[in-house]
């Protein structure tokens, strides 16, 4: 009897006792649909998660300190600036993007004064920290040498001077200090939002004061896996323009962002295994319930086994077909257990995003619907492999005896 | 040729030891209709079980077509179950849930034969029986003399050489006992072997030859007139 046969007779097996059939799958039907929506949501925290944040994989953070190991802090300046910016000494290092900051308030014309902070840096400041533009533009280089008087809005200050409305921003004039800046971009919120974004010499000549002073500058290293050695170059470059020996006596310092990023993206990755784990022994259960069925099912039908004997079933056609029996039931919960899974992580993605915004869209994991479909494949042979090895070893004239 | 050489079968049931049959000689010659009676547990369904080599004798030999079926491997007595015999049980004993041409059908689908012949051997074995037409009939939609007809149609699809009965008139009345019987008889003249277990003076009398049975042994041996034929 071929294994085509085998199939036919565990289908018609399955359809002769279709309520059962049907409850039996249920476990791994709901076992596969939660291990995929789970690994989907997971994913799309994930992949959420890296898409706010995946500049930082890249960046280094070399912050001036604020007290020095000696007496006063030295200050970072445009030349440490222009140092790391080396292709000869820092070969990994792509870009050095330079910031003054500090505490400025900011008004329309005849209207009240609000606290925020400026952020004096360079037009490519926007692409090195991946901030999006909600309207308008970034200024440009043209604008940075010509110390223009033009301002980048965070969300705070848009709130506390226009409630809010970024179109109404656009093209207004706001005070900075004493300064009237005109505005020509609102950036998105990225959580330091309550900022005013300024070119370096504008900020520096009009709200700061002057000098060439530099509180952080962004480096951007070749690739993630470059951060290593960009950061050994640029703690390399600075110690040696500070005439460090020892790394207790920086005026600085540099931080790669990857670190902090690795760590929420492992915990965040051992949540999802959690959760998954979980939808995991629902799957298991299902196994269980398989083998419970299977089991009742040859004791049950030891009268029919009997007959299949007595007519010339071998053995091997009886193991098959029960452990077909089992195999197609199991593999049947986990094909619909896919399309229940991927349907709802679908709609998921679908609806969550309106329902709460922000919300990161689940995201289906190939893997994770191979692996449970393979996992469901397995439990159909191992939960049906012991009663089908049963059924296929009873004694024809024992079965046929069997009430 | 079917040939039992000093037979014995033991049952041991807890501590007794029962001796099912004891010590039997019996040769069948092809194509004869042989009545198997005695009283009850005289070893009748025994010796059934062992001639349509179901069970395997304590001791003794068993030749079936002059093969000693002692020693076989189980899957050799599958498939001389499946080519050389067909049964047929006291309790109809067809596949629950599965229609009456799949039934038929079964024997064939062990034997390894195609699909379209398939259907057409259990159509026609079907006809034979007078259910033609039925094959799409659930067991529990026939009554007990066509469930009957559907598992003498599953026992010759297969055009075995021996057709063994056990009590196969036993749940049924009077006009299907004749019908069943009929049938036998009609597979006996076209030159199939078959053995019936009977307690019924009226269905041994279709017989050719009667073997009375008890306690496990041959008390009588006797050919016969078929009466009713
Ligand atoms: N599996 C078994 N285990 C133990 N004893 C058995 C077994 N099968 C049969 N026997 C015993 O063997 C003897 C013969 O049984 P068998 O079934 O052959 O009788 P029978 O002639 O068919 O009777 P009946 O007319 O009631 O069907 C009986 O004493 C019975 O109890
Ligand atoms: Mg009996």
Known sequence: MTVWEAARLALRGLRANKLRSGLTTLGIIIGVAAVIVLVALGNGIQSGFTESFGSLATQITVNANQEGTNGA???????????????????????????????????????????????????????VTDRDLVVGRMFDATEERGKAKVAVLAPGPVEDLFAGDAGAALGSEVRIGRTAFRVIGVVAATGQDDVVITPLGTARSFLLGGGDAVST????????????????????????????????????????????????NQTLSFLTLFTVAVAAISLIVGGIGVANIMLVTVTERTREIGIRKAIGARRRAILQQFLLESTILAGFGGLVGILLGVGLSTAAAIALPQAIPDFPPPVVDVNSVLISFGISLLIGLVAGGYPANRAARLRPIEALRFQ | MIELDAVTKVYQAGKVAVRALDTVDLTI?????????????????????????????????????????????????????????????????????????????????????????????????????????????????????????????????????????????????????????????????????????????????????VVRLRDGRVVSDARQEALRR
């Open chain 1, 73 to 127: 802090p030295r200050d970072l300046t445009d030349a440490d600036v222009a140092a790391l910016d080396d292709p000869v000494d820092a070969p990994d290092v792509v870009s050095a993007t330079p910031i003054a900051g500090g505490p400025v308030t900011v008004q329309l014309p005849g209207g009240s004064r609000f606290r925020t902070s400026v952020t004096g840096t360079t037009a490519g400041y926007l692409d």
């Open chain 2, 29 to 209: 010659d092809e194509g004869d209709l042989v009545a198997i009676m005695g009283p009850s547990g005289s070893g009748k369904s025994t010796m059934m079980n062992i001639l349509g080599c179901l069970d395997v004798p304590t001791t003794g030999h068993y030749r079936l077509g002059g093969t000693d079926v002692v020693g076989m491997r189980e899957n050799a007595l599958a498939d001389l179950r499946n080519r050389r015999i067909g049964f047929v049980f006291q309790s109809f004993n067809l596949i629950p849930r599965t229609s009456a041409a799949r039934n038929v059908e079964l024997p064939l689908v062990y034997a390894g034969v195609g699909r379209r012949e398939r259907r057409d051997r259990a159509r026609e074995a079907l006809a034979r029986v007078g259910l033609d037409g039925r094959g799409t009939s659930m067991p529990n939609e026939l009554s007990g003399g066509q469930q009957q007809r559907v598992a003498i149609a599953r026992a010759l699809v297969t055009r075995p050489a021996m057709i063994l009965a056990d009590e196969p008139t036993g749940n049924l009345d009077t006009t299907s006992t004749r019908e069943v019987m009929e049938l036998l008889v009609e597979l006996n003249d076209a030159g199939r072997t078959v053995v019936l277990i009977t307690h019924e003076d009226e269905v041994a009398e279709f017989a050719r030859r």
């Open chain 1, 217 to 264: 500058v962004v480096v951007v290293a070749r690739s993630p896996e470059a951060v290593p050695a960009a950061l050994a170059q640029v703690t390399a470059i600075l110690d040696d323009r500070q005439s460090v020996d020892d790394p207790a006596e920086r005026d600085y310092t540099a931080t790669a962002q990857q670190s902090l990023l690795d760590q929420v």
